[in-house]
């Protein structure tokens, strides 16, 4: 099998603990780039978030960002693909989850925004280095002629893990809901998530399902695990993911997205 498309996860992924990528990744990905093997992230994380990330490794393809909602090119910032939910119906969910006092925020683009700032935002904007602004969600929505990427909501997960059901029960499949971290309960729109958008990304340069590797960690990722020809597991990954994957790789501590490389695209023994 070649494989000639490799999709990464970010968090927990690709990064370490520390948010940094390892030398040992970053001259895999530059030698499977060098035989001609297209390399792009996968993330929940907004393009903004994701771009540095992408500059470092040098990646001017297409990026998988908010689960799949949106497909940017990555340095120039080109939206290829997006896909929002609808601002009544956003403005729906937020009020169901503000009724169960739970925390939340949507993303508009580049713009993270949430009705009241708390321990949770701070910790957010800390992890994904980003801005997170303060307005009237319902008045904001209400102005917002078509939609936003995504709503996410932080709490416990054992908080999180009560109120997936309801807003499943209450939305059916107009939304997909996902978690990316324990305490992050992810939501968009219910057509789209990684696997969708990694399909038509192969799609779009003409390779093959069975050519495709993809490699995640959490509940987020199982789509595109799925999807792949090679779906990889990391070594910390969620039980469920290592359950559905093809192979599990070594941990985010130790260089697991290098090793899973070597292995399947430069063909090193490892």
């Known amino acids: 099998m070649t494989i000639r498309l490799v999709a990464m996860d970010l968090d927990d992924t690709l990064l370490r603990d520390d948010w940094t990528i390892s030398p040992r990744v970053v001259e895999a990905i530059q030698k499977a780039k060098a035989q001609g093997v297209k390399v792009t992230i996968a993330t929940g994380r907004m393009p903004i ?15 998988i960002t908010y689960h799949g909602a949106m497909t940017q090119q990555a340095v120039s910032g080109e939206i290829i693909f997006r896909c929002v939910i609808p601002s009544t119906l956003a403005s729906e969910i937020i009020q169901d989850v503000s009724r169960q006092g739970i925390y939340a925020q949507i993303y508009l683009k580049d713009r993270v925004i949430t009705q009241t700032f708390n321990e949770w935002s701070q910790e957010y904007a800390r992890i994904a280095s980003v801005r997170i602004e303060e307005a009237d969600l319902s008045k904001l929505l209400s102005q917002e002629p078509e939609g936003v990427e995504k709503i996410l909501c932080i709490a416990a997960e054992s908080d999180l893990d009560k109120l997936a059901p309801f807003l ?3 939305y059916g499949n107009k939304v ?18 990684k696997g969708v958008a990694l399909a038509a990304l192969a799609d779009r340069f003409g390779i093959q399902q069975q050519e495709v590797m993809a490699i995640g960690d959490s509940f987020n990722d199982l789509e595109m695990i799925q999807y792949a020809g090679l779906g990889v597991a990391m070594g910390n990954a969620r039980s469920e993911v290592k359950e559905l994957a093809d192979i599990v790789t070594v941990t985010n501590e130790e260089d697991g997205v290098a090793e899973a490389i070597e292995r399947f695209v430069l063909n090193i023994n490892v």
Not at 49 to 63: F, N
């Open 168 to 170: 499943r029960q209450h």
């Open 49 to 63: 978030s994701t771009r540095p990330y992408a500059k470092q490794l040098g990646l001017d393809v297409p990026v």
């Open 176 to 193: 997909h809901i996902t978690k990316s971290k324990p305490h992050f309960l992810e939501i968009i729109e219910g057509s789209v998530n």
